[in-house]
């Protein structure tokens, strides 16, 4: 997975639970304006940035070999191995709480 392609899963993550980007900042403790640039397609948040945002999105960062879990082309009979990383992300569930707002 690239940069772009994490951020951009984040970003549905967010979209798909509704929340906007002060509600992340609130419950990840960064600044909205933090949260703006690193969902940003040219943002670099540093990794303790991307952790907060990962937890505040009901999300956890697994790592995985390079290549595990995609098809191999030369053997007909290879089944990937399912796993929970790359573009489920996007398409997991939001948490109970995401579309619940709180009070101003």
Known sequence: MT???LIIALSARRDAAGLT????????GLTER???????????????SLLALVDALGLE???APK????SVG?????????????????????PPYANKRRPP
């Open 21 to 28: 980007h002060a509600e992340i900042a609130q419950r990840s």
């Open 3 to 5: 940069k772009q392609e």
């Open 61 to 63: 960062l697994q790592l």
């Open 74 to 94: 030369t053997d007909p009979g290879y089944r990937p191995v399912a796993t929970r990383v790359g573009h489920a992300v996007a398409q997991a569930p939001a």
């Open 34 to 48: 933090s949260v703006r640039n690193a969902l940003s397609l040219k943002g670099n948040p540093q990794l303790s």
């Open 67 to 70: 290549g595990f879990g995609e």
